[in-house]
């Protein structure tokens, strides 16, 4: 596509240096310049609508032009622009919003730890984990799990734990100390005629003999998002995650929440933690804490945890972490404004009300011959594409059908991501109506039936 040269799209092309995007093609296609939002509405610098059907990145919970969070950070800006936590000082919406994240929490929490991000609150997770057990001295208990398909974010550590490939190759990662268990994807990986309590077993046996494999002297903690976002938007069995936690505490090893894109509401409660039945130790979240107005993430951290850091930074003399920005008092209002407006107007309470259409109108799409695999809870899901549904059998990755689909809806007026696997994600801000559920999954049903003729023009699908 050729771009006017002084047009933003050429700009861009120019100037910036975009993540998770394929380069060599932008420079050939250049950006989707997005210029306003309007609740669950975006549109492009020439006007046309779209429906972000993933909240952003998961994250606008409020949708695009929440003007009550817009007059908090007006508010706070004039009131003191910035100010951090370092050194003993504080700040008023930080100390308000720490009291309310630790009054929202599903398990005893002593402190929170303010960050900007949810790469930096499970970076941060791993750094206090290791600071821990050398406190209670344990100085050889610092392996970290995480699992196959899992994603925690981008930094060295916390891009470690995410369980892609494309987050490690070329990147030199995990680091040591990182290891990957099963993902709990019951489609994909569930043996012929196993059930789901099977199954559920199975992965927990595997934990149990993975711990004994690598010493449990020496595991230290269990990262797990209660859904799997990025890798697909993976519902694990129910009863999951206690088989799981009942390895773990054999062995005496942490587990953390990863409730950054379940957090707030997302899966109808206020985490996915308590939607999946985990009770976790610590607890990272980021994203709809501010509705992503401003960037802020947490780390709820539980007593012993805390305990243990606080006595060890007695010892050095000082606890030797943070970040410039984490606290910030505009980001930590805005936040606060965030969830006061989710028990003010009763998302939860809305997101447990709309969740049934919007879960009745993805499965649906089980019934079309792309279809693999319809998968969610509350208002978050996704459909698997697949060439053979009797086989399950993928398509060839190069062929980016998943990618074609996305393009498609995006021509259609619904923005959504591709994820690995050709899975179609859907996210959209909690405020969603069910008359625009339906819109959102008629775009993309036009968009289905468009990579349907694609694939038959193109023949992508394997001989019989």
């Not at 047009?7 to 989707?32: C, F, M, W």
């Not at 930096?120 to 821990?132: L, P, R, S, V």
């Not at 390895?247 to 899966?267: H, N, P, Q």
């Not at 060839?396 to 179609?424: H, N, W, Y």
Request: proline content about 6%.
């Amino acid at each position: 596509m050729t771009h006017l040269p002084n047009s933003l799209q050429a700009r861009d092309i120019a100037h910036v240096l975009h993540p998770y995007t394929n380069l060599v093609k932008h420079e050939k296609a250049g950006p989707l310049v997005i210029e306003r939002g309007k609740g669950i509405y975006v549109y492009d610098d020439s006007g046309k609508e779209y429906i972000e059907g993933m909240a952003g990145l998961w994250c606008a919970g409020l949708g695009f032009d929440e003007p009550a969070l817009v007059d908090a950070a007006v508010e706070q800006m004039r009131k003191l622009p910035f100010y951090h936590t370092f050194g003993h000082k504080s700040a008023g919406p930080v100390i308000d919003l720490a009291e309310k994240l630790k009054s929202l929490s599903p398990v005893p929490v002593s402190k929170v730890f303010f960050v900007n991000s949810g790469s930096e609150a499970n970076d941060t997770q791993m750094k206090f984990i290791w600071y821990y057990n050398n406190a209670i001295g344990r100085p050889k208990k610092k392996t970290i799990l995480s699992r196959q398909r899992g994603y925690h974010g981008v930094t060295i550590a916390s891009g470690s734990l995410t369980g892609l490939p494309a987050n490690h190759r070329a990147f030199d990662l995990p680091i040591a100390g990182v290891k990957h268990v099963d993902c709990p994807h019951y489609y994909r990986n569930a043996e012929p005629g196993e059930s789901e309590a099977e199954y559920t077993a199975r992965l927990a046996r595997n934990l149990d003999e993975f711990i004994q494999r690598e010493g449990p002297d020496t595991v230290a903690a269990f990262f797990a998002e209660p859904v799997l976002g990025a890798g697909g938007v993976i519902v694990p069995p129910a009863g999951y995650y206690p088989a799981m936690q009942a390895v773990l505490r054999k062995y005496d090893i942490l587990s953390v929440s990863d409730e950054v894109i379940c957090g707030f509401g997302r899966t109808g409660n206020v985490w996915g933690s308590q939607t999946l039945d985990y009770q976790p130790d610590l607890i990272s979240c980021a994203k709809q804490l501010s509705s992503a107005y401003l960037p802020i993430a947490a780390c709820l951290i539980s007593e012993p945890v805390y305990e243990a850091i606080r006595d060890q930074s007695g010892t050095i003399g000082t606890f030797g972490h943070g970040f410039t920005y984490g606290g910030h008092p505009v980001s930590a209002a805005v936040a606060l404004r965030t969830l006061q407006i989710y028990e003010e107007r009763n998302i939860y309470a809305h997101v447990a009300a709309v969740a049934p259409h919007f879960q009745a109108r993805l499965r649906r799409l089980a019934d079309h011959p792309l279809v693999g695999e319809a998968r969610g809870v509350g208002l978050i899901g996704a459909v698997e594409l697949v060439a053979n549904k009797t086989t399950r059998q993928n398509f060839d990755p190069a062929k980016a059908v998943g990618a074609t689909c996305a393009a498609f809806a995006q021509e259609e007026g619904l923005i959504q991501r591709s994820l690995a696997g050709d899975a179609l994600a859907f996210c959209p801000p909690m405020i969603i109506t069910e008359s625009e559920i339906d819109e959102m999954f008629d775009r993309f049903e036009r968009a289905l039936a468009r990579t349907e003729a694609w694939i038959s023009a193109e023949g992508l699908r394997p001989a019989a």
